[in-house]
DNA sequence: TTGGTCTCCTTACACTGTACAGTACAGCGT
DNA sequence: ACGCTGTACTGTACAGTGTAAGGAGACCAA
């Protein structure tokens, strides 16, 4: 007991910013509260002072991460409005790539998220879509932005690592021409299109192009 | 040593199934070598006999989930097939909770995967969308349903627990009504939202809407 | 019979999240 | 100034995890 930590060099922002920093730097599978606690200078343990368990940790995490998110640009017609906070997410998902594992394990919560939410379906209900539309809209988006964007940085994640891209060769090589001529005739166009703004947008657009018309 | 286990009581096929049933039965999280060890009477390095390490084993139960993918429907218009290809894919996703992690986390391989992705694309092509167009289009279509459905899958394990509903309702209840004037309204409606087949066609005849303007 | 290969076993290591109990300190009412 | 209580953090321990390394028995070819 010759050093003792001084009291309250903790606090919920610090461990939160510090573990966000960790998983960054080492990626989320590595990142572990014993990890954190050496970060930090203090035990495993006393992160439980502040969050009930790992899980909860993740939730702020996650929360600080979507205030990232800047506002919803006011004065443009709804679809440019869409395209904005779709394409902010995407942003944010990959300049932090745990957000896309954070928000895919577990259930939406916290201030800021809703914060998110909430600019969306505001844009909805004032470009006039009824409740139902606007809401089922809204997870529609969501989940596009979500799928398209996890899939997206997965890819190139396994495109950086030699071991992921030698895979990706020999499986492509290993499909026979006859069995599946129309994966090996478009290989270039698919590994053209795992990702990029431009295959995200294509897919928005297609989304916001449904909803003109639907409307 | 005085039972030993007889030898060739293994192959992959009954891996791979074994370990299928213990992920459905107990969940994904659980699912450990030394449990898929014990299912099958045998101890824990054994499975490295026939897989170099856990995550090659994944790859191999998510190949064999693809594998129960019914064929492309013949004889139908183009958005009917890709509604078709779409819904399989859901529904299997559905059947077998465990499949939504298996997608996202980890890139796609194996034969019955090249399968399906061959049946979409034959679809698209003969359809008449060009090289690029097809690809694009494959991509955002698997992007969405990977997004929607896991989406679907995770608040509907939320809806069951009864710790995640009330976490769901004290999240709910925290949102103050003058912050979050839109997410508080819609909050009937966004519950209604988060899974089912009709939002889930929602979303997906969005896609084959703009798609079929944008031809 | 010998040698080699295949299949499964045992042991061990370096981790993980976290339950539980203990300890030092701050601020309080008396 | 005293003792009490609550807070913040520590230490230890437990039940797990994936898997590296090496060993042992069974089969088969020579």
Redesign the pocket.
Known sequence: ?AT???????NPELIVTTALELMEGRGLD??????L?GEL??????I???FR???DLYDAVRDHLMGLLPPVPPGEDWPDQVRAVCRGLRRLMLQHPCLAQLLAGRPLSGHETARVAEGLLGVLRSAGFDKETAARTHTTLFTYVLGATSWEIQMASEQRDPEGLRRLRTTMESLSATEFPTVVELAPELARTTGGEEQFDYGLDLLIGGLRTAS
Chains 1, 2 share one sequence.
């Open positions: 007991m003792r930590t001084p009291r309250n060099t903790l590595s990142f572990s509260l014993r990890a606690g200078g203090v035990g495993p343990m006393a439980y002072t502040y368990n790992k899980d």
